[in-house]
């Protein structure tokens, strides 16, 4: 069994920055991507930026030159450094990963509980 465990968000103004941090741990072999996704209330989950494990990063136009991704293969952690936040990004962040678990070597998704974040203006 792998889990995801979310922490760092919370209440910040308009302009502010917070950083997400995301831990896999259980049955895992190895994590292809690891990312970000949020829903806001009322809108569907979208994504947010992605990290992928050679290093290519992928972002969300409403989030590029703000956010910034990183992981840290070796701990299975995965990061998400936001800055100038606006309310607009106050949603529930969702971490993701999808890799492989140990033998049998099965395909792994799994999400993180999600925590909020909430942006004052």
């Known amino acids: 069994q792998v889990q995801l465990v979310e922490s760092g968000g919370g209440l910040v103004q308009a302009g502010g920055s917070l950083i997400l941090s995301c831990a896999a741990s259980g049955s895992i072999f190895s994590i292809h991507a690891m990312g970000w996704y949020r829903q806001a209330p009322g809108k569907q989950r979208e994504l947010v930026a992605t990290a992928i494990s050679n290093g290519i990063t992928n972002y969300a136009d409403s989030v590029k030159g703000r956010f910034t991704i990183s992981r840290d293969n070796a701990k299975n952690t995965v990061y998400l450094q936001m800055d100038s936040l606006k309310p607009e990004d106050t949603a529930v962040y969702y971490c993701?990963?999808?890799?492989?678990?140990?033998?049998?070597?099965?395909?792994?998704?799994?999400w993180g509980q999600g925590t909020l974040v909430t942006v004052s203006s």
């Open positions: 993701n990963a999808v890799g492989t678990t140990v033998s049998p070597y099965r395909h792994l998704e799994v």
